[in-house]
Structure formats: structure tokens, C-alpha cells
């Protein structure tokens, strides 16, 4: 069973860089028709998705934020990373990585990042 664990920094101030990792257990990110994501939920707001990597290595990005997004992947470690540049109070929330296979989708419990001076 796929297990999927983010990490991050917590709090950052505003203007730094985000750089958030999930690390993927009991399947491997290469696995073939899977896409690997990054969601947020800022408070008082809906899901919002960031980006995703195909296990093939296409990459995906919301418009909306794709001047600020990067994501990519380290098979060898199996994780996938997220970083959010030039941050503000707005980009506050618990940000989740997910999967989407042919036939599941798993999420991690997320993790926090909080931008405050």
C-alpha cells in the first residue's frame, strides 16, 4: 500500500522559498500512468492544485502559479519536491501531495507552511 509523507519548514517569512518534499513509500514514483502532485488548502478557501509529475517526468503547472512553482523528482530516493518562491501571507496553508493512479488516489496528512514576518 502507497504511503506518501510530506515535509517542510513550517514557517517561512515573506519573500523566501518553499521547498516541500513528499517522500513515497510502497510504490515507486516511475510507476507506469501515475501522476504525483502537490495540493494546497489555504484557510477559508477550496483545494487548490499546484502542479504534478508524470512518472514519466512530465511536469504540469497551475497557470496561476507557475512563474512561482517548480517541481521534481529524485527516483533514486523516490520523492518528488515542490518549491514556491517569493512567498507571501496568501500562499499560508496545509499543503498535501497526492497520487492519481488508473484505479486509487492516495493523499499524505500534509503538512503546514505558515508566511509571516
Known amino acids: 500500500q502507497v504511503q506518501l509523507q510530506e515535509s517542510g519548514p513550517g514557517l517561512v517569512k515573506p519573500s523566501q522559498t518553499v521547498s516541500l518534499i513528499c517522500t513515497v513509500s510502497?510504490?515507486?514514483?516511475?510507476?507506469?500512468?501515475?501522476?504525483w502532485s502537490w495540493v494546497r488548502h489555504a484557510p477559508g478557501k477550496g483545494l487548490e492544485w499546484l502542479a504534478a509529475?508524470?512518472?514519466?517526468?512530465?511536469?504540469y503547472y497551475n497557470p496561476s502559479l507557475k512563474n512561482r512553482t517548480s517541481i521534481s523528482a529524485d527516483t533514486s530516493k523516490n520523492i518528488f519536491t515542490l518549491r514556491l518562491t517569493s512567498v507571501t501571507p496568501e500562499d499560508t496553508g496545509l499543503y498535501y501531495c497526492?497520487?492519481?493512479?488508473?484505479?486509487?488516489?492516495?493523499w499524505g496528512q500534509g503538512t503546514q507552511v505558515t508566511v509571516s514576518p
Open positions: 497526492t497520487k492519481d493512479g488508473l484505479t486509487d488516489t492516495s
Open positions: 510502497g510504490e515507486s514514483i516511475t510507476t507506469n500512468s501515475v501522476y
Open positions: 509529475i508524470r512518472y514519466d517526468g512530465n511536469i
